[in-house]
């Protein structure tokens, strides 16, 4: 009985079938020439939103613009608006050494060659002819050569103008010859990084110098106390042996063409044409067939030293064979 009246009242009640649309083909999407309409619009549509859209970009493009050109009018192109305590560099200048390792071995620090081996060496006397071709050409890179200053203690350079670097002082450490790594005793050179408006606070007294400085160096400042006091406004710079088998194996250790680098290079001002003065470390007789690992250091009141962090100090090792 029920069953005979649930099968009536399912043919009573009516059945819809909703019917997928037929797919409009991709070219009469692109063009439908029935109504007229390309990828669903019409000129009209198009022309709106159009009008809309180049409005919209335009005042976009302006407004960046305008803001550009309000934080530019904020900065100096030579000055940087954080200096010193307030930039990212801070106040503690760090160490650089030249000739580094090839670009494939960029991590690595160690500089290795056959003394007898011209093929061996010219690759590190190759990267010293990159380094120091703008002291030997100075002025070409930059177009200022008429702005560079013979300068010297107490002659200090005008404003504007930058003091020069003297390549012939370097010898024995010189491109005619090889650098002298050709006689397994390399030249290797030494650069402190530029910070702006950053002065240097010397060691001038020979009574007030740090323990921990080398006894070659507090020797060294002595006799120019002495000899040349007018010479005390120096960064002065020490390179030894890391360790006590270094400190026998790195041999005499000659400074060219002074052992520091003039305080009359500083303030860095970002002048143009400017290059940064440079000490060529002479090693005359490092042992051969070991690594000597080698610590340089930068000295002055207001350089610290932190062997971890490579503060105010740079590493590398030597290894002739």
Same mark, same amino acid.
């Given at each position: ?114 003394? !007898? ?51 012939? $002082?370097? $010898? ?12 397994? $005793? ?47 406004? !120096? ?87």
């Amino acid at each position: 009985m029920s069953k005979g009246i649930t099968n009536s009242l399912e043919m009573d009640e009516p059945f819809y079938v909703r019917r997928k649309p037929d797919p409009i083909p991709f070219s009469k999407f692109l063009y439908n020439s029935d109504k007229g309409t390309v990828m669903g619009r019409n000129g009209q549509s198009w022309a709106k939103i159009g009008i809309f859209y180049t409005i919209f970009y335009g005042v976009l493009a302006a407004l960046v613009a305008v803001c550009m050109w309000v934080f530019l009018q904020t900065l100096d192109p030579r000055i940087p608006k954080w200096q010193l305590h307030e930039s990212l560099i801070g106040t503690n200048p760090g160490l650089g050494f030249r000739p580094l390792p090839p670009e494939d071995n960029v991590e690595s620090t160690l500089i290795w060659y056959r003394g !007898t081996n011209k093929e061996d060496f010219k690759v590190w006397t190759d990267a010293l002819d990159e380094f120091l071709f703008p002291y030997k050409t100075p002025g070409s890179i930059s177009g200022h050569g008429q702005n560079i200053y013979n300068c010297d203690y107490g002659q200090e350079p005008p404003r504007g103008q930058v003091c020069d670097v003297d390549i012939k $002082a370097w $010898a024995p450490c010189v491109q005619e010859n090889f650098y002298n790594y050709h006689h397994s $005793a390399p030249c290797i050179f030494l650069k402190l990084n530029k910070i702006f408006g950053w002065i240097p606070d010397y060691y001038r007294d020979p009574n007030n110098l740090p323990s921990n400085m080398p006894k070659d160096l507090v020797d060294h400042i002595n006799n120019t106390a002495v000899t040349a006091p007018h010479t005390l406004n !120096t960064i002065w710079v020490s390179c030894e042996g890391e360790n006590p088998a270094d400190l026998e194996n790195i041999g005499p250790v000659k400074y060219y063409p002074r052992r520091g680098f003039p305080g009359y290079y500083y303030p860095y001002e970002n002048s143009e044409g400017y290059l940064s003065p440079l000490v060529a470390v002479h090693f005359e007789r490092p042992v051969r067939g070991i690594i000597i690992n080698v610590e340089c250091k930068a000295w002055a009141k207001n350089i610290k030293h932190d062997r971890a962090d490579r503060i105010g100090s740079v590493h590398f090792e030597l290894m002739i064979d």
